[in-house]
């Protein structure tokens, strides 16, 4: 089954070929960083515009890069929500009208089952049950993966995402946006002793996450220090966040006897968390899996992967209703 994966959920517009038989075969992407970096955020309509703008020349771009055409296509997979509603309706509404024209069958998926099942497009992909790190935007979720579909939350975060806490101590430091990977490479030159700072519910018991006190007490660091210890900064708070993910994961791996681990989402490539995390989990012996990491950040090739496990069992469907919110335990397993 050959699947076209359209990925347009936020502020990069993705679009990938998947082959069941032969694998990912190309994908393409345009990042609207350079854009949104002028107002410190995405801006939701000028998101939606450009995704108008390049979604239709990157289609073109994959077929010519894997020498397919457009009828050879045996469905189409685009990112139905979580997201932005109007840059949600540029991808869907493009999916269901070619996939009309041509008699093919369409699917909406889920943003976070794409990341969640990234690491399977790998040469070497994980096996069932796994338990999956969820750090993608606005999400940090630990949840028991026994198979597509079949989704068990173990905890989350009750306030700011891992990597909306990056993004704006990031903008405390005066790093712009988006800040994540920049405060990584701040924090590579700081010494991560020097301001200690807290690792909330490292203690709680339980696999939940709360990085909203960690933000503020960065806060009130910067607003003593200043940023003459910005990297120093940079690297406690970065410190503090891996620590308590990484503790976590391990914690909801033991919880349920996992010795599989994936991690998925933006921050899923911060360099410090893939060297702990790694370090930690072969201690105790659990095997670490991570997209590769031009994957890690929003893509079509984890749609059109996730798109082509649930388009063998897809009900005729016509519509193009989006879920700007949407649970991902609440999906049906394959």
């Known amino acids: 089954m050959l ?47 450009d995704h108008i703008r390049r979604v239709l020349p990157l289609t073109r771009q994959v077929l010519a890069e894997s020498g397919r055409t457009l009828r050879d296509l045996d469905g189409i997979a685009y990112t139905q929500g979580p997201g932005l509603a109007g840059a949600l309706l540029v991808g869907a509404g493009m999916a269901r009208a070619l996939a009309y024209v041509l008699g093919i069958p369409a699917v909406g998926v889920h943003h976070l089952e794409g990341h969640m099942l990234s690491p399977l497009i790998s040469d070497t992909p994980p096996a069932f049950p796994f338990v999956a790190l969820l750090v993608s935007g606005g999400h940090t979720q630990l949840m028991l993966v026994s198979g597509v579909g079949r989704y068990t939350l173990l905890g989350e975060t009750l306030d700011d995402a891992a990597g909306e806490a990056f ?111 790694t370090r930690e989990a072969a201690a105790r012996r659990i095997e670490v899996f991570y997209p590769r990491l031009e994957f890690c950040t929003d893509n079509g090739a984890m749609i059109a992967y996730a798109g082509a496990q649930r388009l063998a069992h897809a009900r005729p469907d016509l519509s193009f209703a989006v879920r700007p919110r949407w649970e991902l335990a609440s999906l049906e397993a394959v």
């Not at 990912?24 to 107002?39: D, F, R």
Request: include cysteine; charged fraction near 15%; glycine fraction near 12%.
């Open 3 to 49: 699947v076209l994966g359209v990925e347009s959920s936020c502020d990069e517009t993705g679009v990938a070929l998947y082959d069941t038989a032969q694998g990912l075969l190309a994908h393409a992407l345009h990042s609207q960083i350079a854009m949104h970096n002028a107002y410190g955020g995405v801006v939701p309509e000028l998101a939606s515009r």
């Open 167 to 277: 993004d704006k101590t990031a903008q405390l430091l005066g790093l712009g946006y988006p800040g994540g990977p920049a405060l990584s490479r701040l924090a590579e030159g700081g010494d991560a002793g020097r301001f200690p700072l807290p690792r909330p519910m490292l203690g709680s018991g339980d696999f939940d996450f709360s990085f909203s006190g960690l933000k503020t007490a960065v806060l009130t660091l910067v607003r003593k220090q200043g940023l003459a210890h910005a990297a120093d900064i940079a690297a406690a708070f970065q410190a503090a966040a891996v620590e308590v993910l990484v503790s976590k994961s391990l914690a909801a791996c033991r919880h349920s006897g996992a010795t599989r681990l994936v991690v998925a989402g933006g921050v899923g490539a911060n360099a410090h968390l893939r060297t702990i995390l």
